[in-house]
């Protein structure tokens, strides 16, 4: 049971990047999905979730208007599609699911690293010219 994080990689500020996270094991479905994201010397933070109950999505002030986040069930994948980067959203990206967020109903999602405990490898993203 486990996440893969992909997609990351350099790119020019005003430039747009899609992460992936597919998980392995079980289906996501019915999970809350999280992404966060820590630059350097700096604190993870929750960027963006998107609950397995409502399907309802939150996003931090920092991104929102440019972040969005899907998901395909066919695929088994969540993604982050970042459009418009600026160069302070250089930082390695996580995503990561609450384990028993399959039981919840009517429960939208929180960008808090507490509710999480299961964590992909990051991806790394820069932008810069």
């Known amino acids: 049971v486990q996440l893969q994080a992909s997609g990351g990689g350099l790119v020019e500020p005003g430039g747009s990047l899609r992460l992936s996270c597919a998980a392995s094991?079980?289906?996501?479905?019915?999970?809350?999905i999280g992404w966060f994201r820590q630059a350097p010397g700096g604190e993870r933070e929750g960027v963006s979730c998107?609950?397995?109950?409502?399907?309802?999505?939150d996003y931090s002030d920092s991104v929102k208007g440019r972040f969005s986040i899907s998901r395909d069930n066919t695929k088994n994948t969540v993604y982050l599609q970042m459009n418009s980067l600026k160069p302070e959203d250089t930082a390695v990206y996580y995503c990561?699911?609450?384990?028993?967020?399959?039981?919840?109903?009517?429960?939208?999602?929180?960008?808090?690293?507490?509710?999480?405990?299961?964590w992909g490898q990051g991806t790394l993203v820069t932008v810069s010219s």
């Open positions: 990561a699911t609450d384990r028993g967020s399959w039981r919840l109903e009517n429960q939208p999602c929180k960008r808090m690293m507490s509710e999480y405990d299961l």
């Open positions: 094991g079980f289906g996501l479905y019915y999970y809350t």
């Open positions: 998107i609950s397995g109950s409502t399907g309802s999505t």
